[in-house]
């Protein structure tokens, strides 16, 4: 079943990377119908009939699309395997995502975004192979399942709003709001995880299935609808890097709390988790400070052709 788990979600991290670049392509190229003659570079969040007018848009249906079965992928993977071991693999969807968006550009990458894609892989690869051999799973609680999700929702706010505090798009703007729909989406795959084990002690209408149930679909909407504005903000790489990286570290991070996916984690491992985190955050980082738009914004001029891939 682990196997298979794997393999299921490869296949989501080609749909997600996929979907990252068609969505992206869409946020950027779409007219605010109420914008002013100057424009609403100055916007923090996208008005309604701007997002209206965003979602009618053949490529960001396309995208939802090859997401929502990267997601039917996913959720199947985590019916089957620990977090721990389903969670990072999604890094794939980092470099593929490079790969698409530079291809539909017709641009090479540059050194610096291949570098920052190469690190961010490393790290969560490293994470991938410091957990497996070491996921275990308990039946989790309903008092610990609230806890944690308030905890994680808590983060999502602060995120959020440090990311709509600014302006207009950038890398940070970008950074913040991606890193938000992460945390959001990694509270989600705990939820499923957490309802799956639940499940199949309890049944599929206890109180504490309902309650996941009804948290992952609050945790999906808000990370998809901050995940548009990390769009809008800057680059897919950047998003799809944030999400691969820090949807994971949550994920796991909720899992051991919950799961006890940890309990068996030894001290070495430990550490090694926490080098590979960092490793894959900073691999963000190097991403987001090197891609064109950030360049082109430090240099006064404006974004890179890539940004419109």
């Known amino acids: ?127 991938v192979a410091v957990s497996a051999g070491s996921a275990t799973t308990r039946t989790p609680t309903a008092t610990g399942t609230l806890v944690a999700g308030l905890l994680a929702g808590g983060v999502v706010v602060l995120l959020s709003a440090a990311g709509l505090a600014r302006h207009g798009r950038g890398p940070l703007r970008c950074l913040a709001l991606a890193a938000a729909g992460a945390v959001a989406y990694g509270l989600l795959s705990a939820l499923v995880r957490v309802a799956a084990r639940a499940a199949a002690g309890a049944g599929i209408l206890s109180p504490l299935v309902l309650g996941c149930a009804a948290g992952a679909l609050l945790a999906f909407l808000a990370g998809a609808w901050l995940v548009q504005h990390a769009y809008h903000a800057g680059a897919p790489e950047i998003v799809i890097a944030c999400l691969t990286v820090g949807d994971p570290l949550v994920a796991v991070g909720l899992g051991a709390a919950l799961l006890g996916e940890g309990s068996t984690t030894s001290v070495t491992e430990w550490v090694g988790l926490g080098v590979a985190a960092a490793a894959a955050a900073a691999g963000v980082l190097m991403l987001a400070h090197q891609h064109p738009e950030a360049v082109s914004a430090r240099a006064g001029r404006d974004p890179a052709p890539v940004s419109r891939a």
């Open 1 to 127: 079943m682990t196997y298979l788990a794997v393999g299921l979600t490869l296949l989501g991290a080609v749909c997600f990377a996929a979907a990252s670049v068609l969505q992206h392509h869409a946020v950027t190229t779409t007219e605010d119908p109420a914008a002013h003659p100057a424009g609403t570079a100055s916007s923090r969040v996208l008005a309604g009939r701007h997002l209206l007018a965003i979602v009618r848009r053949r490529r960001w249906l396309q995208g939802a699309g090859i997401a929502a079965a990267g997601s039917l992928l996913h959720a199947v993977a985590l019916l089957l395997a620990p977090l721990r071991v389903v969670q990072p693999i999604g890094v794939l969807a980092v470099p593929l995502a490079v790969l698409l968006s530079a291809g539909r550009a017709r641009e090479r990458p540059s050194s610096g975004v291949l570098l920052g894609s190469a690190v961010t892989m490393a790290g969560v690869v490293a994470f």
